[in-house]
């Protein structure tokens, strides 16, 4: 990438962070930290925020989900299913699909208006969130979230796609805080050579971080919780924990089943 088209890039994530904000028009809050999570299709973006959500709620750490498509809101009725209402780590409503009707790259990059809107309302809603997860797919390895709506960034790619996908390069691969190299124990199946892909791992990212993983067992899903609270909240302890005195999200279901060994009445719930 040229310099001209950093530029223009640059130029174009200005304007949409402008844009937002004057629509916005409101007094600034806090800002709760934003990990953008970004991949081809099919590479375990989904999967991967299935895993790593029930292992921060375990810390304590409350977690809100956006997640970008163009047409459907089919990963965020998924994860409602899996997070919500099966796990009961996290409320329905933390969970926000957006069809951005086009390029899903423009609506984290070049234009993340419709996101920041999002986000904008989520802080008004509860300002004692600790991580709001934003995930973005894409068709290519040049998926990158304007710094106006990520604090961090992580790619996801898998083996399947072949062990030369690292040294492919690409803004995804390069510039991401944290790499993920997905489906690990495909790579016997696909002819994949998981130590090319670590050797041109290092080469390409020099010196930042990736991870070998696979989100269908979860191996490696608490190193990369360990890098959210490390490199994005900083080691500090969940805020409701550490502040308020309340307990991290119980579901009225929890509370219910509570009540009832209590013997106390569950009408209000």
Do not use: W
Request: proline share 6%; charged share 30%; hydrophobic share 40%.
């Amino acid at each position: 990438m040229n310099a001209t088209t950093c530029e223009c890039l640059l130029l174009e994530q200005a304007k949409g962070l402008c844009h937002f904000m004057k629509r916005a028009g409101s007094a600034p809050r806090a800002r709760i930290p934003r990990v953008g999570i970004g991949g081809p299709v099919g590479c375990g973006k989904t999967r991967l925020i299935e895993v790593i959500v029930p292992l921060l709620s375990r810390k304590g750490y409350r977690c809100c989900i956006i997640s970008n498509d163009v047409v459907s809101k089919e990963d965020a009725d998924r994860m409602r299913r899996i997070l919500a209402t099966e796990a009961r780590v996290m409320p329905e409503d933390m969970i926000i699909g957006i069809a951005t009707g086009g390029c899903p790259h423009t609506a984290i990059r070049e234009d993340p208006s419709v996101n920041l809107a999002v986000i904008d309302e989520i802080e008004r809603k509860d300002p004692s969130l600790d991580l709001i997860l934003i995930e973005s797919g894409g068709d290519n390895t040049m998926t990158t979230f304007s710094p106006a709506l990520a604090d961090y960034f992580i790619y996801i790619i898998d083996v399947a796609g072949g062990d030369k996908y690292p040294r492919k390069r690409g803004l995804g691969i390069e510039s991401c805080d944290l790499l993920l190299v997905n489906k690990v124990d495909l790579a016997p199946f696909v002819g994949a050579n998981i130590q090319t892909m670590e050797r041109d791992a290092k080469t390409v990212r020099n010196g930042k971080p990736f991870e070998f993983i696979d989100c269908r067992s979860a191996l490696g899903a608490d190193r990369v919780v360990q890098h959210i609270i490390h490199e994005v909240l900083f080691d500090a302890p969940p805020k409701k924990i550490a502040g308020s005195g309340h307990e991290p999200f119980v579901t009225r279901i929890d509370k219910k089943e509570r009540l009832k060994k209590r013997g106390l009445p569950t009408r209000r719930l």
